[in-house]
């Protein structure tokens, strides 16, 4: 079935640093894939997305690029805050039909000042 | 845009009672509702899909009998955990799609703790 590896955290920076989260995924077809956002004690708030090759989804300052040849959204942002502490989701939805997302595991990013 | 009201946002209850946790779409017809849950520091696991008007459909290893889910309208969906145990404290979300089956909206989560 369809599945998402995520790097696995903590991952912890200083402000300003530049942010590489891995994401890879396994699926038939051309899923479409997200990245969201978990803030502490809060819901999933959506991030980005792209639903094809070589999209690119940009939100906030973070980015990520659909790459069907290696089968990854990697999540970038070039210099980051505090305020994106939070824990991070990717997550893709298969071609068929009124599908549930499927998750990666999380990966949860703190900065610091 | 869309927007989910997940109610409560945390509850605490003692063994062997039941806690409802309700989601309501507030400016769009849920027409499918999915509900996750989450252990600490892991992934959103699914626990079922509702479709308005039929039944859920949970998956592989998730107790319907425990987990009653509820989708009577096209805008509130329940999830009942009935006879909670400490095993069962979690936090769960709900997520909707539209008829149109535009985006996914979720619910701002329900963390659940049972004494």
């Known amino acids: 079935g369809d599945s998402v590896t995520q790097m696995e955290g903590p991952v912890t920076l200083s402000e300003e640093a530049f942010l590489t989260i891995n994401c890879t995924y396994t699926a038939t077809g051309y899923p479409s894939l997200f990245w969201y956002v978990q803030y502490p004690g809060e819901g999933l708030q959506l991030l980005l997305k792209a639903t094809k090759a070589d999209d690119k989804g940009s939100n906030k300052g973070f980015e990520a690029t659909y790459r069907k040849e290696t089968t990854s959204f990697h999540l970038e942002k070039g210099s980051v805050q505090v305020s994106d502490s939070a824990v991070y989701f990717c997550?893709?939805?298969?071609?068929?039909?009124?599908?549930?997302?499927?998750f990666g595991k999380g990966t949860r990013l703190s900065v610091i000042a | 845009g869309a927007v989910v009201s997940q109610h409560p946002s945390w509850v605490i209850c003692k063994s062997g009672t039941s806690v409802k946790i309700e989601c309501r779409s507030l400016?769009?017809?849920?027409?499918?509702m999915f509900w996750y849950r989450q252990f600490p520091k892991q992934s959103l696991m699914l626990m079922a899909t509702?479709?308005?008007?039929?039944?859920?459909?949970?998956e592989q290893g998730v107790e319907k009998d425990k987990f009653l889910i509820n989708h009577a309208s096209l805008t509130l969906s329940t999830l009942t955990v009935t006879s909670a145990h400490p095993e069962d404290s979690s936090f769960y979300i709900c997520?909707?799609?539209?008829?149109?089956?535009?985006?996914?909206?979720f619910g701002s989560g329900t963390r659940l703790t049972v004494v």
């Open positions: 997520s909707a799609r539209d008829e149109r089956g535009r985006g996914y909206t």
């Open positions: 997550a893709l939805r298969g071609v068929s039909g009124n599908t549930p997302l499927v």
């Open positions: 400016d769009f017809q849920a027409t499918t």
């Open positions: 509702s479709n308005e008007g039929s039944k859920a459909t949970y």
